[in-house]
């Protein structure tokens, strides 16, 4: 059964950076996407970014030129770099991912509370 193992995450504040990691594990995993979704407490689940098996990547409005997604395909790893960070960006950030047929598997979640 694949898993996705997430780390990273924490309190920092605003203005500081953090960095989310996720892999998955427990089975051979083709990879088309992987990426993170963030809820916040009373909103809806937003994509912040996503890479393609290309190296294509997209990124929310709000996190555009703050957040770097990006990918070690010897680890099998992705990461988010998260700079200049707000308190707008606290959520429970859940990194996803999408075989190439179509199947989408959820991490646990990871919480990034930004202090002001």
């Known amino acids: 059964q694949v898993q996705l193992v997430e780390s990273g995450g924490g309190l920092v504040q605003a203005g500081g950076s953090l960095r989310l990691s996720c892999a998955p594990s427990?089975?051979?995993?083709?990879?088309?996407?992987m990426g993170w979704y963030r809820q916040a407490p009373g909103k809806q689940r937003e994509l912040v970014a996503a890479?393609?098996?290309?190296?294509?990547?997209n990124y929310a409005v709000s996190v555009k030129g703050r957040f770097t997604i990006s990918r070690d395909s010897a680890k099998n790893t992705r990461y988010l770099q998260m700079n200049s960070l707000k308190p707008e960006d606290t959520a429970v950030y859940y990194c996803?991912?999408?075989?190439?047929?179509?199947?989408?598997?959820w991490g646990k979640g990871t919480l990034v509370t930004v202090s002001s």
């Open positions: 427990g089975g051979i995993f083709s990879i088309g996407v």
């Open positions: 996803f991912a999408d075989d190439l047929s179509g199947n989408r598997y």
């Open positions: 890479i393609t098996n290309y190296g294509i990547t």
